[in-house]
């Protein structure tokens, strides 16, 4: 199988497609035979139940009809005047008997085998003067055996059957004269009666009435091939019914000679298979030729991609699939070229750069050196307060270019932020009113980006303390932990902001005042993925609140 697919795999786009072609044709061509073959036996078995069912019920009501009519006819025999009083009469002499059965009884009985053909024989059982007189009327007492059984039935008739005779029993009862009672027994022909029942059939089957003793009582089967019959069980049609009588009448029947065969379906199958593809081969190769022909012109183009250095156009005016990869691929050219051209750029402007960061790497060391001169020099004065200013500003900026990292501690910010008050308060000449910090000691390790608080804490130095007086002033920083992240607040005592204002420095599109803390927020967001919040509140007593929700960060190391 993995060399078959290798060698497909490695086959031109023409090949694989006229084998694409014939493999679908052969598919729905075996997928129409296989249907049509399933529907067609699907029919005919359909067909087949039909009829099995109509022959069955069929059958069944025949057979119902000819018990009703001989319990019916026996029942009329029964209760007719002229037997009960033939039987109960007290007779003189045995030519007054012969007179009484020859007048009475025998025009009755000759009527009844008459209008009954299965009736083969009758039999009458009497305790009375009349047994004896034919070879059909019987001694009640003298009978034995399955012949006594007769003796049990009732005024309804009842059948009766010992393995040989099927018979059908019932008393003859003179209600005058209870105690001179007659039981009549027809005995019944069972070929003639149940013969029949079943119309004649073409296909295998079997018919059987089984007694309530579970003896069989007629059975007619024509099998042609009993060993192909129990070969074909899934096709065999059963159906059974229970009679008034309590017979169970079984009808199978094997539908089998009925289904269309197998090697029939596949022989016209294989066929088709060949006329179509003497007809569809020359229009797949003109399909395959045209398709593939396209796909190599796109070949031989994306071929000369590399050599000519992605200056060649590729475009296709066709709207199908092929097209549209051929302007895919035309695209991606293009688009390559221009990144090629945009790299090339961005390498000059990084280079000078790199330049230009060389440069500046020596302003840094020169505002310190300046800073540490002018140190010595208010040292030399005696004038502390200026060489302590000076310390805080040194400190200051060495934390703000943070050796070039853009990731600090908290520590390192809220130590950031005291540096700047200090500056502050050196430059306004007074402290404020109240400076405090409110931290969870356990935070102070955790990373953020540099130079967040700082940027919050002047504006609310700038727009918030700054229009109650410097020395009027209280500032609140708190760093805690709510609900697993770590929420930051700078509060002051400042005029406030309104919701629209606060919208506004949120708003990146907006030129409204805020460029500070529009640059913290955006930071934010890029450091932490959009898993960050800024919001203001109005400070308890009067002022605003700048709040930061950030999600714990380690630096990885």
Same mark, same amino acid.
């Given at each position: ?304 991609? +590399?050599?000519?250095? &992605? *200056? %060649?156009?590729?475009?296709?005016? @066709?709207? /199908?699939?092929?097209?549209? !990869? ?106 404020? +009113?109240?400076?405090? &910090? *409110? %931290?969870?000691?356990?935070?102070? @390790?955790? /990373?953020?980006?540099?130079? !967040? ?105």
């Amino acid at each position: 199988m993995k060399k078959l697919l290798h060698m497909f795999n490695n086959c031109r786009l023409r090949t694989k497609l006229l084998i694409s072609y014939i493999c679908l044709v052969v598919i729905l061509l075996c997928f129409w035979g296989g249907s049509a073959y399933t529907q067609i036996n699907r029919q005919l078995a359909g067909n087949a139940r039909a009829d099995f069912r109509n022959t069955f019920s069929f059958a069944c009501l025949l057979l119902e009809n000819k018990i009703a009519r001989a319990q019916r006819t026996l029942t009329l025999m029964a209760e007719d005047s002229s037997v009960w009083e033939t039987f109960s009469t007290i007779y003189l002499s045995q030519f007054q008997q012969a007179q009484s059965l020859l007048e009475r009884f025998d025009p009755l009985l000759a009527n009844v085998n008459q209008q009954n053909e299965y009736f083969s024989e009758v039999r009458i059982y009497t305790y009375f003067g009349l047994k004896g007189t034919r070879y059909y009327i019987r001694d009640a007492a003298a009978v034995t055996g399955a012949e006594a059984e007769y003796l049990n039935c009732g005024s309804e008739p009842r059948w009766w059957f010992d393995g040989e005779n099927l018979t059908v029993s019932v008393k003859s009862v003179n209600a005058d004269q209870p105690q001179s009672a007659a039981t009549v027994t027809f005995f019944v022909d069972r070929d003639i009666f149940f013969e029949d029942c079943l119309r004649n059939q073409d296909l295998d089957y079997r018919f059987q009435v089984i007694g309530e003793d579970g003896q069989e009582l007629f059975c007619r089967e024509s099998i042609a091939d009993p060993q192909a019959w129990h070969q074909n069980d899934s096709q065999i049609l059963r159906e059974e019914a229970v009679l008034p009588t309590g017979w169970k009448v079984v009808l199978e029947v094997n539908t089998h000679p009925m289904m269309v065969p197998a090697t029939a379906t596949l022989y016209t199958t294989l066929m088709a298979i060949v006329i179509a593809l003497l007809l569809i081969v020359p229009l797949m190769l003109v399909l395959s030729y045209s398709f593939s022909k396209r796909v190599r012109v796109l070949k031989e183009q994306v071929a000369e991609i +590399a050599p000519r250095k &992605y *200056e %060649v156009e590729i475009s296709s005016a @066709d709207k /199908d699939e092929i097209g549209e !990869i051929t302007n895919a691929v035309g695209e991606m050219v293009r688009d390559t070229r221009q990144r090629i051209l945009q790299s090339y750029q961005e390498t000059i402007a990084r280079r000078d750069a790199q330049i230009q960061a060389l440069q500046a790497q020596i302003n840094p060391h020169f505002l310190y050196n300046t800073l540490s001169n002018l140190n010595w020099r208010a040292i030399a004065k005696e004038d502390l307060e200026t060489s302590d200013l000076l310390n805080a500003l040194s400190r200051f900026y060495r934390l703000s270019l943070n050796n070039g990292r853009i990731i600090s501690t908290i520590a390192q910010e809220l130590e950031h932020v005291q540096l700047y008050m200090r500056i502050q308060c050196g430059i306004h000449g007074t402290a404020l +009113a109240q400076e405090s &910090y *409110e %931290v969870d000691e356990d935070l102070l @390790d955790y /990373d953020m980006p540099s130079i !967040i608080l700082q940027p919050l804490v002047e504006n609310a130095v700038e727009h918030g303390i700054g229009a109650v007086g410097f020395e009027n002033g209280r500032l609140k920083i708190s760093v805690s932990q709510e609900q697993g992240n770590i929420v930051i607040r700078v509060c002051d005592n400042g005029p406030g902001m309104s919701p629209e204002a606060a919208a506004a420095v949120l708003d990146e599109a907006a030129e409204a005042p805020g460029y500070g803390l529009r640059n913290v927020y955006r930071r934010l967001h890029l450091f932490f993925d959009n898993q960050c919040s800024m919001r203001f509140e109005e400070t308890p007593g009067g002022g605003s609140t700048v709040v930061l929700e950030i999600p714990p960060y380690v630096q990885p190391e």
